[in-house]
């Protein structure tokens, strides 16, 4: 069974940072793709970041590129988003998500992702 458990989210101001963590339990983390997504209130779940299984890809959102990294640490089962420069409009719940497969270019959209953590919110007031 797998589960996928974030933490980190918070209440910060404009222009500080934080790490969200997601710790994986259950087989082959280290083999599939992982990614992250929010939602803020009224509108869809989209896509953040993503990481290919042997972390030599990565993909974000226009609007978190420069700010926003993803990593993984396959040894620990955890994939990390670190956010720094954080604005109002990052406002949301924020969603680990563990891909299908494991690629060359991780999918950038929900269908691409099998199994999602409960979500961690991030507010940033400004």
């Known amino acids: 069974q797998v589960q996928l458990v974030e933490s980190g989210g918070g209440l910060v101001q404009a222009g500080d940072s934080l790490r969200l963590s997601c710790a994986h339990s259950?087989?082959?983390?280290?083999?599939?793709?992982m990614a992250w997504f929010r939602q803020a209130p009224g509108k869809e779940r989209e896509f953040v970041a993503a990481i290919n299984w042997a972390a030599t890809m990565t993909n974000y959102k226009d609007s978190v590129k420069g700010r926003f990294t993803i990593s993984r640490d396959n040894a620990k089962n955890t994939v990390d988003l670190q956010m720094n420069s954080l604005k109002p409009e990052d406002t949301a719940v924020y969603y680990c998500?563990?891909?299908?497969?494991?690629?060359?270019?991780?999918?950038?959209?929900?269908?691409?992702?099998?199994?999602w953590g409960q979500g961690t919110q991030v507010t940033v007031s400004s």
């Open positions: 259950g087989r082959a983390f280290s083999s599939i793709d």
């Open positions: 998500a563990r891909g299908r497969y494991g690629t060359n270019r991780p999918a950038e959209v929900r269908s691409g992702y099998d199994y």
